[in-house]
């Protein structure tokens, strides 16, 4: 996900929430982390290696439309 992240997300909550908040990411984001691991080998065994970067490419597609 990015060093990024980690400097981004305390500065767009305010500062009465900031450190639940940014507890509450960081638990998303190791446990977004441990899904990816987990899940990445089924599905390079399931599907093979080549569909694997088209599925994260529908997945940006779709993201990047839902926040246009």
Do not use: D
Not at 31 to 39: D, F, K, P, T, V
Not at 51 to 68: A, K, Q, R
């Amino acid at each position: 996900m990015g060093p990024i992240l980690w400097v981004r997300i305390p500065e767009i909550f305010p500062n009465h929430l900031r450190a639940r908040a940014v507890g509450l990411a960081t638990m998303f984001l190791w446990e977004a982390n441990w899904a990816i691991g987990q899940y990445t080998p089924m599905l390079l065994n399931g599907l093979g290696g080549a569909l694997i970067p088209f599925g994260y490419l529908l997945l940006s597609i779709l993201y990047v439309s839902y926040l246009s």
